[in-house]
């Protein structure tokens, strides 16, 4: 695939654009045993290398995090058309939030939820049935959908990128 330096740039904006724009991913996990589990979950993103998001610690996905934090995260578009799909693809290590950074994060995930939909500290264990993850995020990939003119592809095929390096002054 190309290694021009703008493409590159350009295929890496998709990252922090579908975070800001998307409110739903899908998480893949595994058990103990290796069998694989996907599942929706509403998140915020804090910068494109960090993941949060609520969930109930005995819910399936979060029983595969406690046993196997190794994670692959999707988020894409239902909406777009055949053959104009836009995705993005992460390779994460997902872990409970340290109780500490808790309310930081309640900020960053309730900005993005109606108010009548918001999370609060009584929400939150020990008490509350939910806790808060965070997904480290390894590597980031994105989708270039098949004849994409600047490839040599003719099916779909995903791409890592790198945040574009900043330039010496």
Known sequence: MDS???VQAALWATVPRMLAQHRYLVLGTADGDGNPWATPVFFAAAGEDRILWVSAPDSRHSRNIAVRPTVSITVFDT?????QAEAIYLEATAELLPRDAYASALTMLNTRLPAERRVGPDDLGPAGPLEVYQAAVSRHFVLVTGGDTRFDNITDARLAVTPPRSEPD
């Not at 909406?79 to 053959?83: D, E, H, L, Q, S």
């Open 4 to 6: 021009d330096p703008a």
């Open 79 to 83: 909406n777009a058309p055949i053959g």
